[in-house]
């Protein structure tokens, strides 16, 4: 690991607090923040606004790099990409980057952010947990991923990204600290400027975490992957569930809730035959019932090396007018990118692939 200070990594007023300690001026920070975090700048000899002798006291302490693409593929229709990263240490992150169109959400264009190059949690039906070995992304790899993706849509036409949804690789909670540095440094009106209320975070629990992001005083939005209304059922499809209860983990949605006025976002795949009986829907309406809660259903994604198949039209359906039955707001996501793996659960490292 570089033990050098990454320069992509800093809020402004670090940068700022820092250049003095190298001997640099302190406005010095305002410009490297600005080289850093609007651009895909690679080294610091790129910062040409910089004299050599300040670029040297710089490098003595700091660098900046920039992931390589390895892969770019577009979904027939184009309404999706998916963005294959390599790091320095050659460790590897898919992105995606979803295009939408049509009156409600003219010009969204959302970017689905990996927050690890793998996933311990160990969900059964995910594709990124078949990489157990993985390691935390850094804030600055975090921005630089969400630099590239917004570079990427411009390159196909869209004004860039508008939207973040931390739903790609991995797990954010375990991260949470990169990831909270991640949330200022995109927020920064000099840096892309993403707005938080168009930022969501996606997570398949940690009670305690959740907690924490409460208290962060951000607007951040919340989603948690629930995918079943018990705990027995829960703790096999997801086996990181195990411990703590679904009761402890609605008690933290609901601090999360009542904390920040953002309503939390229920994330439920359907599996057929497994999570989208009609007992199901009930149990889950009765459990989210008065909560103020928003419910996503999710048409599962087919992962070849797992059995969990995906529940057809009609149940999808179905499911969702026993839910409407309850005092909750049921979506059914339009599920995209499936012809180039880039759908909810289908991110991965693809090494051997490429
Ligand atoms: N670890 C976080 C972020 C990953 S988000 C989390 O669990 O929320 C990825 C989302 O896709 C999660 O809701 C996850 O449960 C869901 N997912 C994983 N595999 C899927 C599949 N095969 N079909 C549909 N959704 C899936």
Same mark, same amino acid.
């Given at each position: 690991?570089?033990?050098? !200070?990454?320069?992509r990594?800093?809020? *402004?007023?670090?940068?700022?607090?820092?250049?003095?300690?190298?001997?640099?001026?302190?406005? *010095? %920070?305002?410009?490297?923040?600005?080289?850093?975090?609007?651009?895909?700048?690679?080294?610091?000899?790129?910062?040409?606004?910089?004299?050599?002798?300040?670029?040297?006291?710089?490098?003595?302490?700091?660098?900046?790099?920039?992931?390589?693409?390895?892969?770019?593929?577009?979904?027939?229709?184009?309404?999706?990409?998916?963005?294959? @990263?390599?790091?320095?240490?050659?460790?590897?992150?898919?992105?995606?980057?979803?295009?939408?169109?049509?009156k409600?959400?003219?010009d969204? +264009?959302?970017?689905? +952010?990996?927050?690890?190059?793998?996933?311990?949690?160990g969900?059964?039906?995910?594709?990124?947990?078949?990489?157990?070995?993985?390691?935390?992304?850094t804030?600055?790899?975090?921005?630089?991923?969400v630099?590239?993706?917004?570079?990427?849509?411009?390159? @196909?036409?869209?004004?860039?990204?508008?939207?973040?949804?931390?739903?790609?690789?991995?797990?954010?909670?375990?991260?949470?600290?990169? +990831?909270?540095?991640?949330?200022?440094?995109?927020?920064?009106?000099?840096?892309?400027?993403?707005?938080?209320?168009? /930022?969501?975070?996606?997570?398949?629990?940690?009670?305690?975490?959740?907690?924490?992001?409460?208290?962060?005083?951000?607007?951040?939005?919340?989603?948690?992957s629930?995918?079943?209304?018990?705990?027995?059922?829960?703790?096999?499809?997801?086996?990181?569930?195990?411990?703590?209860?679904?009761?402890?983990?609605?008690?933290?949605?609901?601090?999360?809730?009542?904390?920040?006025?953002?309503?939390?976002?229920?994330?439920?795949?359907?599996?057929?035959? /497994?999570?989208? *009986?009609s007992?199901a829907?009930?149990?889950?309406?009765?459990?989210?019932?008065?909560? %103020?809660?928003?419910?996503n259903? !999710?048409?599962?994604?087919p992962?070849?090396?797992?059995?969990?198949?995906?529940?057809?039209?009609?149940? /999808?359906?179905?499911?969702?007018?026993?839910?409407?039955?309850?005092?909750?707001?049921?979506?059914?996501?339009?599920?995209?990118?499936?012809?180039?793996?880039?759908?909810? %659960?289908?991110?991965?490292? *693809?090494?051997?692939? +490429?």
């Amino acid at each position: 690991m570089n033990q050098k !200070i990454d320069l992509r990594s800093l809020t *402004r007023t670090k940068l700022k607090k820092l250049m003095p300690q190298l001997g640099l001026a302190a406005f *010095r %920070g305002e410009q490297i923040f600005d080289w850093a975090q609007k651009g895909a700048v690679s080294s610091i000899d790129e910062l040409t606004n910089l004299s050599a002798a300040d670029k040297f006291k710089l490098d003595a302490a700091c660098f900046l790099s920039f992931p390589a693409l390895i892969k770019k593929e577009v979904a027939a229709n184009g309404d999706t990409a998916k963005l294959l @990263l390599e790091f320095a240490d050659r460790e590897r992150i898919e992105t995606a980057i979803m295009f939408y169109s049509g009156k409600s959400s003219r010009d969204r +264009v959302t970017c689905c +952010v990996s927050t690890q190059s793998g996933c311990v949690m160990g969900c059964k039906f995910c594709a990124t947990a078949l990489y157990k070995k993985c390691r935390n992304l850094t804030a600055g790899e975090i921005v630089a991923q969400v630099q590239l993706a917004d570079k990427t849509a411009k390159d @196909l036409g869209a004004n860039g990204l508008t939207n973040l949804v931390y739903m790609g690789m991995g797990e954010p909670l375990l991260n949470l600290a990169e +990831v909270k540095k991640s949330l200022e440094l995109l927020n920064d009106e000099r840096g892309l400027n993403i707005g938080q209320r168009k /930022i969501t975070i996606s997570t398949c629990g940690l009670p305690e975490q959740i907690r924490q992001m409460a208290d962060w005083g951000m607007q951040i939005h919340l989603a948690i992957s629930l995918h079943a209304a018990n705990d027995e059922l829960r703790q096999a499809l997801m086996p990181a569930a195990s411990r703590y209860s679904i009761k402890e983990l609605l008690d933290a949605a609901d601090y999360y809730q009542a904390t920040t006025g953002r309503r939390v976002c229920y994330e439920y795949a359907l599996f057929k035959g /497994i999570n989208d *009986r009609s007992e199901a829907a009930r149990s889950l309406g009765k459990l989210l019932d008065g909560r %103020g809660a928003l419910i996503n259903l !999710i048409p599962a994604n087919p992962l070849p090396e797992t059995g969990f198949m995906p529940s057809d039209g009609d149940t /999808i359906k179905r499911f969702s007018q026993l839910l409407s039955l309850y005092n909750v707001e049921v979506q059914i996501r339009q599920e995209r990118g499936r012809d180039i793996n880039a759908a909810c %659960g289908q991110l991965r490292k *693809r090494d051997l692939e +490429v």
